[in-house]
């Protein structure tokens, strides 16, 4: 969740400029540009990858569909499929970080390891933290905010998991804190670990994971474990085993790969829907047939697919998905009590308007100033 440049989108729960392929610092020569621009044209790679912008709308959408018809904030439960997509949303948003993360770790890996981790940092930072804290400094105003601590240390999934409870306009903040929790720890032991066994690390975390996962959802059921780096880090570790191996194999078409995962995830949204007991273990099949598609959709060079997936209103809001993620559920909850037709629409509405001012007005300059003070190898 990179000079002669294909871009990659913008991340949560994450960063458009962040996710870019390969730029260079230095501005290429003419004959370069022509070069790269007939091979992109050769390969039918599209100069940005505005199907993922289009994804990262759709996962939006999908955990917005599920937040806004849930009891606490409607009379109205959701439908098995609408609950089920809404979770595969949710999941989605942290194995595209990790995905998308990884390829920046090692495409930007200097050998000069705490100043790699030092810059990956910075960027993190700026691009992350002043729409949160702006966001959390306005819910704290309108006394929005009862516990600010934990919101602003970026442990507020642990505090909530303590409180054994999801409810409230900023319940949803849990999942940026696990994000964060993972910017801060996984670069230091990935790019730290020799090369040549990075992958053997990731597996191993991942095998913790899942071990740690299991083990205390099966002895202490009822604990909303999913808040906690172990559970939800199987989703952001699978991302990263996708990245790593999209940056080491070779470059090919993964349009059969595509079409094959896509059904595969819609396959799991249908059959999880349909069934409340499945083991809490479905969040590790889940997370691997997810980092499946988003490793073949960053590969296809289909035009049809790529082209249906970059309509300009569905790349917008992907564009601005991580406010209106951090903007969305203080907004239902002051439309509380409107009937739900009302709510989802005005709701909605109200998110994407205020999402694009603040991309055009907050976010955009601040990550222009970025590039200029910490510009990116990737």
Same mark, same amino acid.
């Given at each position: 969740?990179?000079?002669?440049?294909?871009?990659?989108?913008?991340?949560?729960?994450?960063?458009?400029?962040?996710?870019?392929?390969?730029?260079?610092?230095?501005?290429?020569?003419?004959?370069?540009?022509?070069?790269?621009?007939?091979?992109?044209?050769?390969?039918?790679?599209?100069?940005?990858?505005?199907?993922?912008?289009?994804?990262?709308?759709?996962?939006?959408?999908?955990?917005?569909?599920?937040?806004?018809?849930?009891?606490?904030?409607?009379?109205?439960?959701?439908?098995?499929?609408?609950?089920?997509?809404?979770?595969?949303?949710?999941?989605?948003?942290?194995?595209?970080?990790?995905?998308?993360?990884?390829?920046?770790?090692?495409?930007?890996?200097?050998?000069?390891?705490?100043?790699?981790?030092?810059?990956?940092?910075?960027?993190?930072?700026?691009?992350?933290?002043?729409?949160?804290?702006?966001?959390?400094?306005?819910?704290?105003?309108?006394?929005?905010?009862?516990?600010?601590?934990?919101?602003?240390?970026?442990?507020?999934?642990?505090?909530?998991?303590?409180?054994? %409870?999801?409810?409230?306009?900023?319940?949803?903040?849990?999942?940026?804190?696990?994000?964060?929790?993972?910017?801060?720890?996984?670069?230091?032991?990935?790019?730290?670990?020799?090369?040549?066994?990075?992958?053997?690390?990731?597996?191993?975390?991942?095998?913790?994971?899942?071990?740690?996962?299991?083990?205390?959802?099966?002895?202490?059921?009822?604990?909303?474990?999913?808040?906690?780096?172990?559970?939800?880090?199987?989703?952001?570790?699978?991302?990263?085993?996708?990245?790593?191996?999209?940056?080491?194999?070779? %470059?090919?078409?993964?349009?059969?790969?595509?079409?094959?995962?896509?059904?595969?995830?819609?396959?799991?949204?249908?059959?999880?829907?349909?069934?409340?007991?499945?083991?809490?273990?479905?969040?590790?099949?889940?997370?691997?047939?997810?980092?499946?598609?988003?490793?073949?959709?960053?590969?296809?060079?289909?035009?049809?697919?790529?082209?249906?997936?970059?309509?300009?209103?569905?790349?917008?809001?992907?564009?601005?998905?991580?406010?209106?993620?951090?903007?969305?559920?203080?907004?239902?909850?002051?439309?509380?009590?409107?009937?739900?037709?009302?709510?989802?629409?005005?709701?909605?509405?109200?998110?994407?308007?205020?999402?694009?001012?603040?991309?055009?007005?907050?976010?955009?300059?601040?990550?222009?100033?970025?590039?200029?003070?910490?510009?990116?190898?990737?």
């Amino acid at each position: 969740m990179i000079s002669g440049s294909v871009k990659e989108p913008n991340s949560v729960l994450l960063d458009d400029h962040v996710h870019q392929v390969e730029v260079a610092l230095a501005r290429p020569s003419e004959g370069a540009a022509q070069s790269s621009e007939a091979s992109a044209g050769k390969n039918h790679l599209p100069a940005r990858r505005l199907h993922f912008d289009s994804m990262r709308s759709l996962m939006f959408i999908s955990v917005y569909a599920g937040h806004v018809t849930t009891s606490h904030i409607s009379n109205f439960w959701g439908s098995g499929f609408i609950n089920s997509a809404s979770s595969f949303g949710f999941y989605a948003y942290l194995v595209l970080s990790g995905f998308l993360i990884t390829r920046i770790l090692i495409g930007s890996d200097t050998g000069e390891t705490w100043s790699d981790v030092r810059e990956f940092w910075l960027r993190r930072t700026l691009r992350i933290f002043p729409i949160y804290y702006l966001t959390l400094g306005v819910l704290l105003i309108c006394g929005q905010l009862p516990e600010p601590l934990p919101f602003f240390t970026y442990v507020s999934n642990v505090y909530l998991f303590l409180l054994n %409870q999801m409810e409230g306009p900023v319940c949803h903040l849990w999942s940026l804190a696990v994000e964060e929790q993972f910017y801060l720890l996984f670069p230091l032991v990935f790019l730290f670990t020799p090369k040549k066994h990075r992958l053997n690390l990731v597996l191993v975390l991942l095998a913790v994971c899942l071990a740690i996962h299991t083990t205390c959802a099966n002895l202490y059921p009822g604990h909303k474990w999913k808040l906690l780096l172990p559970s939800s880090g199987q989703c952001l570790l699978f991302g990263a085993i996708a990245g790593y191996f999209d940056m080491k194999l070779k %470059q090919v078409d993964e349009t059969r790969l595509f079409i094959f995962s896509l059904i595969l995830n819609v396959s799991l949204i249908a059959f999880e829907s349909t069934d409340k007991t499945l083991p809490h273990s479905m969040i590790f099949v889940n997370s691997g047939a997810l980092a499946l598609f988003f490793y073949a959709l960053w590969r296809t060079r289909n035009q049809l697919i790529c082209k249906s997936l970059s309509n300009k209103v569905m790349v917008h809001l992907g564009q601005t998905s991580y406010a209106m993620y951090l903007f969305h559920l203080p907004i239902l909850y002051l439309l509380i009590d409107f009937p739900l037709p009302e709510k989802i629409a005005i709701g909605f509405v109200s998110t994407a308007l205020l999402a694009s001012a603040s991309w055009y007005l907050f976010e955009s300059p601040i990550n222009n100033l970025r590039n200029k003070l910490i510009p990116s190898r990737i």
